[in-house]
């Protein structure tokens, strides 16, 4: 049984920043590849950001130099740093984790989402 739990959203000033982060829990042997997404209203689901365990980081071209992503291995944490925020950042931003764990081999699992609005 893994769990996501997300934290860090909320409404920040056009140029402003915002740190999220996101905590695996539960019975985890490892997580390959841990990242976020992201939904605006009338949108599709679109990749911000995933890292995976070695530390390489892939971002989409909306955001490159302005999020920066990174993990705590061994607190199984996720963090993104959000700079130079802009109003079409707004969305519910998703985590995701790729788990191996004892219950699920290797699970895709989502966190419940949290609301990061900029406003212009």
């Known amino acids: 049984q893994v769990q996501l739990e997300e934290s860090g959203g909320g409404l920040v000033q056009a140029g402003g920043s915002l740190r999220l982060s996101c905590a695996a829990s539960?019975?985890?042997?490892?997580?390959?590849?841990m990242g976020w997404y992201r939904q605006a209203p009338g949108k599709q689901r679109e990749l911000v950001a995933t890292?995976?365990?070695?530390?390489?980081?892939n971002y989409a071209d909306s955001v490159k130099g302005r999020f920066t992503l990174s993990r705590d291995n061994a607190k199984n944490t996720v963090y993104l740093q959000m700079s130079s925020l802009k109003p079409e950042d707004t969305a519910v931003y998703y985590c995701?984790?790729?788990?191996?764990?004892?219950?699920?081999?290797?699970?895709?699992?989502w966190g419940q989402g949290t609301q990061v609005t900029v406003s212009s």
């Open positions: 995701n984790a790729k788990v191996w764990s004892i219950a699920t081999h290797l699970g895709d699992y």
């Open positions: 890292i995976i365990s070695g530390g390489s980081a």
């Open positions: 539960g019975t985890i042997f490892s997580i390959p590849a």
